[in-house]
């Protein structure tokens, strides 16, 4: 009796297991894909900037030996890096709250459902289909001392006109301009699709309450829509860190290294003057400093948030 007792746990306990491994294995399959392209897009570039981060190079790029955290200590003590990174943060005060405020009012105004606003939503959100190579390019048209069109009006204003990309003293604002233009179309739509997610219950009983459209939005859409602008913060404070492009079409860092941020002098540094072991220190620092400022974000910032 008792050994037909244990055979019939066995069999029962048996098949559990199999069960068990068998979704092991799907599960191992289904994720595969993923964690190859992590592995290969994320994880090796980390491990390799690490490893050459450690490293120093010679002229034709090749690893020579190992020197510890000396390419962070030579970063840390190197003029052009800490200007990289004081311009790298100019750069972000300047576009980032700029973009959110605008993205705001701009969402707020074709959320009041007034006559057009859908030419509005079709007109605020076309920077979005244009890619930053392209829009540097309509932006260096624009920024042109001689025959741009900026110039153009402030002449007949009868303004000075300015040296927008030449000028230390306006290169980066320029940048900035354009950043703001490229960015306002993503925010805009990702502001309004929040405002549109609030039930319309809350602004009828807000204006049989008597609240005017001022204090409806600070009071109640703001609050209501804080998930949206505390994400929307996040990912554009990311992406003023990672600018490049822009960067690299209208000014080449310049002029006196006035626009020159963190990712242009890693790019100077390790694909042309072949330094990988510091440009690779500059992209961890980097990586740190993008790390910090989220972690202190979430930290602080999302006690402000309102989840439904």
Not at 151 to 170: E, H, R, V
Not at 181 to 210: Q, T
Request: charged fraction near 10%.
């Amino acid at each position: 009796m008792k050994r037909s007792v244990r055979k019939t746990r066995s069999i029962v306990r048996y098949p559990r297991q199999t069960r068990r491994w068998n979704e092991y294995i799907l599960a191992a399959m289904f994720l595969a894909p993923s964690i190859l392209l992590f592995g290969i897009f994320l994880f090796y570039p980390l491990i390799k900037s690490v490893y050459l981060s450690l490293h120093s190079t010679t002229p034709r790029g090749d690893v020579a030996k190992f020197v510890g955290f000396k390419n962070f200590t030579n970063l840390f003590t190197s003029d052009t890096f800490l200007s990289s990174l004081w311009v790298t943060t100019q750069f972000m005060l300047f576009t980032v709250p700029t973009t959110l405020i605008l993205a705001l009012i701009l969402a707020a105004f074709c959320r009041s459902r007034i006559r057009g606003s859908r030419i509005f939503r079709f007109i605020f959100a076309l920077p979005l289909a244009i890619s930053v190579s392209t829009g540097s390019v309509i932006w260096m048209v624009l920024f042109h001392p001689t025959l741009g069109t900026l110039n153009y009006f402030l002449s007949i204003a009868g303004l000075p006109t300015i040296n927008w990309l030449t000028d230390p003293n306006w290169a980066l604002i320029s940048i900035s301009i354009m950043t703001i233009w490229m960015n306002l179309g993503f925010l805009f739509i990702l502001l309004l699709g929040g405002m549109e997610g609030v039930p319309e219950d809350i602004y009828e009983s807000a204006r049989m309450d008597g609240a005017n459209p001022t204090r409806t939005f600070v009071q109640l859409t703001l609050p209501l829509i804080s998930p949206t602008i505390f994400f929307a913060s996040v990912t554009s404070m990311i992406g003023s860190f990672q600018a490049f492009g822009q960067i690299n079409i209208l000014t080449k860092g310049g002029p006196m290294n006035s626009t020159n941020v963190i990712v242009y002098n890693l790019y100077q540094d390790a694909f042309m003057n072949f330094r990988f072991g510091t440009g690779s220190a500059q992209a961890l620092v980097l990586f740190a400093m993008i790390l910090i400022l989220t972690l202190i974000q979430f930290k602080f910032g999302e006690k402000k948030v309102h989840y439904q």
